[in-house]
């Protein structure tokens, strides 16, 4: 019998504006947030990295934040108006809870989800 060691979901999303996806006060704010909304529990502050660079100017941000139920990661790339997003958690969760934060979050106009039991 497989053991439940997970859910993991990967979102996309397209069509974001710009401003959203490199505003990093509000960026740090999802990764405070989000994880409330989930009821998970936040072992470490969020960090939000500028990755632009002199070879990849205009590169968006990317930020993590460490749970003791696992993780939360995202990507922005400003200039294609995307943003790639992960949740995982060894507790089961509200995967529609968390869409629709997402979502709601970054004003997605094109959202793509996986979601992933792991174990």
């Known amino acids: 019998m497989k053991k439940f060691m997970g859910r ?4 996309d999303g397209y069509g974001v504006e710009r401003k959203k996806l490199t505003d990093k006060k509000s960026l740090s704010r999802l990764l405070e ?3 409330k909304q989930l ?3 936040i072992l470490r502050k969020p960090i939000v990295a500028d990755i632009s660079s002199d070879r990849y100017p205009h ?3 990317s930020g993590f934040v460490i749970l003791l ?3 939360i990661s995202f990507h922005t790339w400003p200039e294609e108006n995307y943003v790639a997003l992960d949740v995982y958690s060894c507790k089961d969760f509200d995967e529609k809870k968390a869409v629709q934060y997402i979502k709601k979050f970054f004003g997605v106009k094109n959202l793509k ?5 792991r174990g």
């Open 59 to 61: 590169t968006g941000y």
């Open 33 to 35: 947030n989000l994880p």
């Open 8 to 11: 993991h979901i990967i979102v």
């Open 39 to 41: 009821k998970m529990r």
């Open 69 to 71: 139920e696992s993780h």
């Open 113 to 117: 989800v996986k979601s992933i039991i």
